[in-house]
Nanobody, 113 residues
Framework: VQLQASGGGLVQAGGSLRLSCTAS???????MYWYRQPPTKQREWVAT????????NTRDSVKGRFTISRDNAKNTIYLQMNNLRPEDTAIYYC????????WGQGTLVTVSS
């Protein structure tokens, strides 16, 4: 299983970005996750979406601003991030657990104040 994340970049506070993560090497549909690792901090969970896409959860600090979604026909999940804040600056990783923990390579999001 390989996960390819993309969509990060530099944005001003209040701006938006959409991250994508495409899975390859498996056709099995599972729950998927976004995590992030801010500078000098530990990796933290950001959002979860169920295999069917009908259930989604986000951490409290991003509720109302971030939305996780998926397109199973494309084996891709998304993280729509609106009203970004400097504290959202981090490397964002997608994750899938299927016979082991699989991580994307990470995509850097930098939010300037």
């Amino acid at each position: 299983v390989q996960l390819q994340a993309s969509g990060g970049g530099l944005v001003q506070a209040g701006g938006s970005l959409r991250l994508s993560c495409t899975a390859s090497g498996t056709s099995v549909i599972k729950d998927m996750y976004w995590y992030r690792q801010p500078p000098t901090k530990q990796r933290e969970w950001v959002a979860t979406i169920s295999a069917t896409g009908d259930t989604a959860n986000t951490r409290d600090s991003v509720k109302g601003r971030f939305t996780i979604s998926r397109d199973n026909a494309k084996n891709t999940i998304y993280l729509q991030m609106n009203n970004l804040r400097p504290e959202d600056t981090a490397i964002y990783y997608c994750n899938l657990f299927y016979y082991g923990d699989h991580w994307g390579q990470g995509t850097l999001v930098t939010v300037s104040s």
